[in-house]
């Protein structure tokens, strides 16, 4: 594709609040640890009262993300989601608009607040997500035609849509139907799960490029593999990616398979958005052609600066570091 295709997010927009805590509060409440569960307004409220100090506060959402960083890699960037007609939602569309992204897109209402998720950051830099989709849970499969993907070569879709699969096909439908190529990234455990079997029919029929982690992976395989799990996600989608975490991710690409090692740090941080950055930083090297492994390396250096820094934002210097991989291997 052109260096100059204009890629379209599609997810829910969420500011991110943002708290290191200890284990005792996530052992406290119901789910999972590292894992995402919605909760409603009464239940957030509770959950931000439990902190010892205010969380801090920062655009995201996982396919909001991705988008953030390829438009700060110089790609010309848009998204797809509904805000609220607040002041977290006229904040989000400035730093999305503050990065050269194409607010045009957004939806907006009345009817609900803006989006939040709160991640609960524990000592060994795991998050576990509740998330109160608020404005972001309102948009509904009507409003989305062939016209929101108008000008866009390439559609990056979150996989929280597919809790709501009626949108989900919206989304899907639309986007094939503009002449947009699809990547997919899967989310979480519970998303494949939510999913159940009907998520490889899914895959085969609108979806270009695959990325799951390795939870999600054997939650679609159906066993810890992730060597066969990309097998299988690479018999439905052109491109799959299955991460495994600090040892790297196994890539597929039309039958050509490779293992990228992740970028060594020192510390980790937050992993926070680890996923959402290794997603910006392949598909710009997959939007521009690259082979397949320079495509992991770009992933790897993005996530792997990521998780250096508390939430999904990088600093000045790891830019820097970020454009001389690019240099590198283009």
């Not at 295709?5 to 991110?16: H, L, N, R, W, Y």
């Not at 390439?154 to 989304?171: K, M, Q, R, T």
Request: glycine share 12%; with cysteine.
């Amino acid at each position: 594709m052109s260096p100059a295709t204009k890629v379209i997010g599609v997810g829910s927009p969420i500011m991110d609040l943002l708290a290191q805590v200890p284990d005792a509060l996530v052992e406290a409440i119901p789910g999972a640890k590292g894992g995402m569960e919605l909760v409603g307004p009464g239940d957030m409220a509770a959950l931000v009262g439990r902190l010892d100090t205010p969380p801090d506060q920062a655009p995201g959402g996982s396919a909001a993300n991705t988008i953030f960083a390829l438009a700060r890699m110089g790609l010309p960037a848009a998204f797809l989601g509904k805000l609220g007609e607040d002041a977290m939602g006229r904040r989000y569309r400035s730093a999305f608009a503050a990065v050269g992204g194409d607010c045009g897109r957004f939806k907006s209402t009345d009817a609900s607040p803006t989006a939040r998720c709160l991640s609960l950051i524990t000592p060994d830099s795991e998050r576990t997500l509740r998330t109160d989709l608020g404005a972001a849970a309102l948009l509904d499969p009507d409003e989305v035609s062939t016209a929101d993907f108008s000008g866009c070569s390439h559609a990056h879709v979150e996989g929280y849509l597919l809790f709501n699969p009626a949108l989900a096909e919206s989304v899907l439908t639309a986007a094939k139907s503009a002449g947009c190529t699809v990547s997919l990234d899967l989310g979480s455990f519970e998303v494949v799960r939510a999913a159940g079997a009907g998520l490889a029919g899914l895959l085969e029929r609108y979806v270009d490029a695959v990325f799951a982690n390795e939870d999600e992976a054997a939650a679609f395989l159906g066993r810890d593999d992730p060597e066969a799990a990309l097998e299988a996600l690479g018999d439905l989608c052109r491109v799959a990616a299955v991460k495994v975490g600090p040892a790297g991710a196994y890539l597929k690409e039309s039958g050509e398979t490779c293992f990228v090692e992740a970028l060594r740090v020192d510390r980790v941080v937050d992993s926070t958005a680890a996923g959402d950055f290794w997603a910006a930083g392949f598909l710009y090297g997959h939007l521009h052609g690259y082979a397949l492994p320079a495509c992991g390396r770009l992933g790897a250096r993005l996530g792997g600066e990521v998780v250096q820094e508390v939430g999904a934002h990088l600093g000045a210097a790891a830019w820097e570091r970020v454009r001389a991989e690019m240099d590198a291997v283009s």
